[in-house]
């Protein structure tokens, strides 16, 4: 399940199970979304991207939903694997158009043996 | 080559020290990015540069200089850091459509710095 607090929010799934990880963010105008993975010690690596005019976006075990009405962004990944234990963020554009990218708090996700 | 490289990986630093940080990717990418990311937190942009003109300041302290020599190479000149400067230092490039934005960064490994 989640956990928030002083610590980034935890997501702990079993393997195999399939991970949905979350992520609001803050500008309606905001038309450019990428989820990004970062193991420990290492950069951020590019997972999937979407734009505003698409509501859905599948990659390889990954699929990204974007909610326009409310703001929100979903990274899915099926059959959860050990090697998908690491921080998650989702980034958007904003302003739009521009080069600065505004990142979200970040999940943790723990793989479950 | 799909590959930023960061130098060095790790770096302590005393407050009266000068050091800088490098950067260097062979993709072609016009826009190249500092960031700042504390432990437990997101990445915070810091700089662009966009075809070697910077582009974006997010108002970062002086003691904070970046410099873009070429297409390829990102500096970050240090001088009289703070201790809350401690983080990890995160260089991103992308390449630019026909507008800025909307584009995939990739990024290197990161600088660990450590100001004494």
């Known amino acids: 399940g989640e956990s928030v607090g002083l610590h980034l929010p935890t997501l702990s799934v079993q393997e195999g199970d399939n991970s949905i990880i979350n992520c609001a963010y803050s500008?309606?105008?905001?038309?450019?979304f990428i989820w990004y993975k970062q193991e420990s010690g290492k950069g951020p690596q590019f997972i999937i991207d979407?734009?505003?005019?698409?509501d859905k976006r599948q990659g390889q075990r990954v699929t990204v939903l974007l909610n326009k009405t409310v703001k929100h962004l979903s990274l899915q990944i099926a059959a959860t694997q050990p090697g998908d234990s690491a921080v998650y963020f989702c980034?958007?554009?904003?302003?739009?158009?521009?080069?600065?990218?505004?990142f979200g708090t970040g999940t943790r996700l723990k793989v479950l043996a | 080559d799909t590959e930023v490289t960061q130098t060095p990986k790790h770096l302590v630093m005393g407050m009266t020290n000068k050091k800088s940080l490098k950067c260097e990717q062979h993709?072609?990418?016009?826009?190249m990015y500092w960031y700042k990311q504390k432990a437990k937190k997101p990445p915070e942009l810091m700089f662009v540069y966009s075809y070697e003109k910077l582009s974006i300041n997010e108002s970062v302290p002086s003691r904070f200089s970046p410099e873009c020599p070429n297409s390829s190479l990102l500096n970050l000149h240090l001088h009289a850091l703070q201790p809350e400067d401690s983080a990890l230092y995160l260089c991103?490039?992308?390449?630019?459509?026909?507008?800025?934005?909307?584009?995939?960064?990739?990024f290197g490994p990161g600088t660990r710095l450590t100001v004494l």
């Open positions: 993709m072609g990418h016009r826009a």
């Open positions: 980034a958007e554009n904003d302003p739009p158009g521009t080069y600065k990218y505004i």
């Open positions: 991103a490039s992308s390449q630019p459509g026909r507008a800025p934005g909307g584009d995939e960064q990739f």
């Open positions: 500008n309606s105008a905001s038309d450019y």
């Open positions: 979407i734009r505003s005019n698409m």
